[in-house]
């Protein structure tokens, strides 16, 4: 069943489901042998027949960095179908968090802010999918104009150097179809698990936001009724009423962090291998364009590296956003009227912004934070080695 948080990954949960990374509770026996056959031939066989064509690619450069840029990427797949398949029970605690009491909006200002995010992950997903879908698809066009014009066909990935050219034209189009299907769903595990952890994030900043509002309201108490005599009465339930809001605040902000912890525990390998494999990528595209090459590769080197980009960036700009308001709650609770309150709800407010101090992080690998002085670096690393590689060749 679909929950109020949840729904917004529904289309990613069903593509997974498609793609054999994410069963149901009880799957029946069918599915566990499908799901094994196909990521066996479409993952595991796909990644180990790559790896053998680098031993048997001709020397030459240009050859070599055109197959490492798809293998660079094909690494990155390999391990966001691993995550999925090893860490099945902490998504599932992830969900479930999202789906938490403490984790609903309650007026309608909040219910906005989660609406939002809710809205966002939602068309982030049709803008990245329907743009890899267009790119994906040019694949298939060799194949049809060589059909329809008969010209060369050639494979889009690699050319399985270790087999005979005899054994190649007779198992052509199986091995055209083979690899054109594997890209395919490559390209639909990059697109779901991506923008299946990019929603994590962003779920993440709306309740920090809600959590900002909250310490904005955290004194606000309706008026009690009662005449002069209940004043001291009246004073007495505000302050209980504001230090139940601080301590469900901090409460709140607590889970928030689990949630953080749980989503890098998850993912932090991924992040690592996928901005590790997407510098390498990068300084591979600037090496080739240094090579002769015709304009409609350039165009295409053009857009993969950009891509490349955009997958770091992105989450480089949601993570440097988790920072920013962790960091600017310690400031939203001095927004309340806090000067007026009792000695325990001043003691609560501190306890709260000592731990605000240190801003939430997502980190990859346990090396580097997700923000963009981390993207800057990455880009500069992949400068670095596009230069020494120059020099090397030259």
């Known amino acids: 069943m679909v929950l109020y948080q949840v729904d917004c990954f529904e289309r990613n949960l ?3 489901k498609f793609l054999s990374i994410w069963p149901d509770d009880n799957p029946t026996r069918c599915y566990k042998y499908c799901s094994k056959t196909f990521i066996t031939i479409f993952v595991f066989l796909f ?11 001709p020397r030459s450069m240009d ?31 992830i969900l479930d968090i999202l789906e938490s009491d403490i984790f609903q909006p309650e007026d309608p200002e909040e219910k906005d802010i989660v609406k939002r995010a809710k809205d966002f992950n939602k068309l982030y997903w049709k803008i990245v999918a329907y743009i890899s ?38 198992l052509i189009y199986p091995l055209y179809i083979y690899q054109a ?62 230090v139940i809001k601080i ?31 997407a510098s390498c990528v990068i300084c591979v595209c600037l090496m080739r364009f240094t090579m002769p090459a015709p304009l409609d590769y350039l165009f295409f ?46 003691s609560n407010m501190r306890l709260f912004v000592e731990r605000t101090n240190k801003p939430l992080t997502i980190t990859g690998g346990k090396m580097f934070c997700l923000s963009l002085s981390a993207f ?6 992949a400068y670095s080695f596009f230069t020494l590689l120059q020099q090397m060749q030259d």
Not at 191 to 199: A, E, I, P, S, W
Not at 376 to 381: D, H
């Open 14 to 16: 069903k593509f997974l």
């Open 47 to 57: 990644y180990i027949l790559f790896t053998i064509n680098f031993f048997f690619l």
């Open 63 to 93: 050859i070599f960095i055109n197959d490492m840029m798809f293998f660079f990427t094909d690494c990155s797949v390999l391990s966001k179908v691993m995550t999925f398949l090893l860490m099945r029970e902490k998504i599932n605690k």
């Open 133 to 170: 879908n267009i790119s994906n698809y040019t694949n298939f066009l060799p194949f049809i104009l060589h059909f329809v014009k008969g010209t060369e066909l050639r494979f889009p990935v690699c050319a399985y150097s270790f087999l005979t050219d005899p054994l190649k034209s007779m």
């Open 181 to 242: 299907l594997g890209i395919t769903f490559h390209m639909l595990y990059n697109v779901n698990v991506d923008t299946f952890f990019l929603g994590l994030m962003v779920l993440t900043i709306a309740q920090l936001e809600v959590l900002d509002v909250r310490l904005r309201k955290v004194t606000d108490v309706n008026k009690l009724d009662g005449g002069v005599n209940e004043t001291s009465n009246e004073s007495i339930d505000r302050n209980k009423v504001a």
């Open 247 to 277: 301590n469900k605040c901090i409460i709140h902000f607590d889970e928030v962090n689990r949630f953080r912890s749980l989503v890098e525990d998850v993912f932090s390998v991924t992040l690592f291998v996928q901005f590790s494999m």
């Open 301 to 346: 080197l053009g857009t993969y590296m950009i891509a490349m980009i955009l997958q770091i960036i992105v989450p480089c700009w949601f993570g440097s956003k988790i920072m920013d308001k962790s960091r600017q709650l310690a400031f939203s609770v001095y927004n309340c009227d806090w000067t007026t309150t009792s000695r325990q709800f001043k």
């Open 376 to 381: 800057t670096s990455i880009i500069n690393s």
